[in-house]
């Protein structure tokens, strides 16, 4: 896995490797059997700080965005499924809470969440809307002492596991299509939601769970950010989480090429070893390539994230090649197995799949060539000599 995973592995990277090596590992055929993992997981990672962020004296701090991007990555080279819902846990449910939520509300959950004590997961996709983040139905009516929630949020990654959503609703339904949506912090120990657990071949051994509201209530102090102002707030969730993403999907191509190429050198046809005819040389090159140019394009991402700059559209871009990548590298990692690929079971067969899956969180393609479009077009000067 080194040359693949990182040149150099900090002394952390190293023992994240260790627990993966010990602690996932072994039991991930478990887990992907059960389609279940459990919540020690998420305690053993939140023991260790190895979520993006940390409780300090005074409040939660984030890591650095590159420190995260590599946890993931690493994460994800060895499955995918289990790397997305720390993702969900983290990157999207706590990152609505950390950003947004009032000072006492994130104190009240925030070192449970970060410790991995509470799960969290984040529903914005409805049946109606997905891409579309602004044509949401689900409804949030004005009630005494805070709001009733009704409606499905149709596709929520930890839907069945988690303890804490956060979700957009339509509090202003006559308000512009911008200021008709609020966020929400709903605990899902309250009565009138159900759970539906739905039944998917990508990200095993995480969860898909359609998470249905009739007449929640959600006290007032449980409104995230400002109200009218839950469309902005979420895309700027996905925004963030767009990196994570992105180094995901590199764990994820990079994982599925690690295991191809110890087949391959070990794989024997003709009398050759079926890495070395040239065809499959030629085919290795050109996909170590387009690895390390997709990795150079995430590192970039984060470092533009954590230097403070405007990170809109490295995100997007590092999303977009990443995928790109991730879909030719999984599928000819598989093609590399033969009719072994095909079998539920083999640890090569899901990769290509998560590679499809990546491509829908935080935005498809069409969704990221639009933003990638419109910071191009915001670049363009109107005098090209100044
Ligand atoms: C495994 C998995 C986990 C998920 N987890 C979560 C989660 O935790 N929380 C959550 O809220 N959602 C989650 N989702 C939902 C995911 O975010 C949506 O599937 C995604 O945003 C796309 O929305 P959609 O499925 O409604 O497709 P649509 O928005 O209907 O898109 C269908 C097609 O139309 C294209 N399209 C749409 N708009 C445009 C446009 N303007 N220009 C060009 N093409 C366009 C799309 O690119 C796509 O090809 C998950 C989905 C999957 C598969």
Redesign the pocket.
Known sequence: MAFLISASLTEEQTRFRQFLKEEVLPSLSSWNRSGRIPKEFFRQMGKAGWYGFAVRTGGLEKHSVLREALLSEALAAVSPGVAISAL?HID?GFMGLFMFGPEDLKQRYGPAVVSGEKIM?????ENI????VAGIGMSAERVSGGWCLDGT?A???NGAIADLAVVTAVTDPDADRNRRISMFLVDLGASGIRRKKLN?A??IPSD?TRLQFSGVFVPEDHLLGRRGYGLRQILEVFTRSRIPISALTLGTAAGAFELALTHGLKRRAFGERIVDFQAKAFEIAEHAARIEAARLMVYKACQTADSGEDFRSDAAMAKYVTVDMARKVTAWSADLFGAASVIVDHPIHKYPLDAW?SS??E?????QK?IIYREVLKKISPDPLM
């Open positions: 969900a999207l997961c984040l529903g914005s996709t809307a997905g891409s579309d949020k596709f929520v990654t998917k990508v990200w898909l899956a829908l969180g935005g498809t393609q069409d969704v639009l």
